[in-house]
Antibody, heavy 122, light 110 residues
Framework: QVRLQESGPGLVGPSGTLSLTCAVS?????????WSWVRQPPGKGLEWIGE???????NYNSSLKSRSTILVDKSNNQFSLQLRSVTAADTALYYC???????????????WGQGTMVTVSS | QSALTQPASVSGSPGQSITISCTGT?????????VSWFQHHPGKAPKLIIY???NRPSGVSSRFSGSKSGNTASLTISGLQAEDEADYFC??????????FGGGTKLTVL
C-alpha cells in the first residue's frame, strides 16, 4: 500500500521560500503516476499547485507557476515543492497526492498524505 | 483557472439521499469527463470516492454515485449515514494538464 508523508518547516517568514518534501513508501516514485502538491488555506477550498512525473515533466497552476518548482529525488523516492516569495496568502495545509494513471489520471488523486500546515509570518 | 462552485453546505437525515452540485465551465467540467469527488474528514487525508465522473474506486460504497450534465457535475449519497458527515470536494481536469478544485461542501447528517 502506497503511503505519502509530507515534511518541512511549519513557519516561513514573509518573502522567504517554502520548502516541503513528500516521501513515498510502499511503492516507487518511478511508477506510472503523476505526483501532485495541493493546498488548503484555512477555511477555504483545495487548490492544485502542480505535479511532476518521474521523467522530470512538470505542470503548474498558472497562478503559482512563476513562484513554484517541483523536483523529483528518485534516489530517496521522494519529491519536493519550493514556493518562493511567500506571503500570508500562502499560509495553508499542504498535501502531496498521487494522480493515478491506472484510474485515468487527470485528477484521480487516489493516495494523499496527511498534510502539513505551513504558516507564513514574521 | 477559476475554482469550481459548490454549495457551502448541505444536510440530510439518516437514510435520506442528498446531492451535491459542482458547477464549472465549458473549459473544464463541460469539456472533459474527468471529474473526481473526495470525502474529507478534518484532520485526515482526503479520500477519493468518484473518478471519471461516474466511477467508484475499489472499496468505496455503492451509496456514492456521480453524474454530469453540461457544465455541472453532481455527487449523490444515498442511504445517508452518520459517518458520511464530512467535507466533500469536486475536482475537474481543465486541459493542458491543469486540475481545478471546488470550494468544498460541508455535509451535515441531522
Amino acid at each position: 500500500q502506497v503511503r505519502l508523508q509530507e515534511s518541512g518547516p511549519g513557519l516561513v517568514g514573509p518573502s522567504g521560500t517554502l520548502s516541503l518534501t513528500c516521501a513515498v513508501s510502499g511503492g516507487s516514485i518511478s511508477s506510472n503516476n503523476y505526483w501532485s502538491w495541493v493546498r488548503q488555506p484555512p477555511g477555504k477550498g483545495l487548490e492544485w499547485i502542480g505535479e511532476m512525473f518521474h521523467s522530470g515533466i512538470t505542470n503548474y497552476n498558472s497562478s503559482l507557476k512563476s513562484r513554484s518548482t517541483i523536483l523529483v529525488d528518485k534516489s530517496n523516492n521522494q519529491f519536493s515543492l519550493q514556493l518562493r516569495s511567500v506571503t500570508a496568502a500562502d499560509t495553508a495545509l499542504y498535501y502531496c497526492a498521487r494522480d493515478s494513471l491506472e484510474l485515468g489520471g487527470k485528477g484521480a488523486f487516489d493516495v494523499w498524505g496527511q498534510g502539513t500546515m505551513v504558516t507564513v509570518s514574521s | 483557472q477559476s475554482a469550481l462552485t459548490q454549495p457551502a453546505s448541505v444536510s440530510g437525515s439518516p437514510g435520506q439521499s442528498i446531492t451535491i452540485s459542482c458547477t464549472g465551465t465549458s473549459s473544464d467540467i463541460g469539456a472533459y469527463n474527468f471529474v473526481s469527488w473526495f470525502q474529507h474528514h478534518p484532520g485526515k487525508a482526503p479520500k477519493l470516492i468518484i473518478y471519471g465522473v461516474t466511477n467508484r474506486p475499489s472499496g468505496v460504497s455503492s451509496r456514492f454515485s456521480g453524474s454530469k450534465s453540461g457544465n455541472t457535475a453532481s455527487l449523490t449519497i444515498s442511504g445517508l449515514q452518520a459517518e458520511d458527515e464530512a467535507d466533500y470536494f469536486c475536482c475537474s481536469y481543465a486541459g493542458s494538464s491543469i486540475k481545478v478544485f471546488g470550494g468544498g461542501t460541508k455535509l451535515t447528517v441531522l
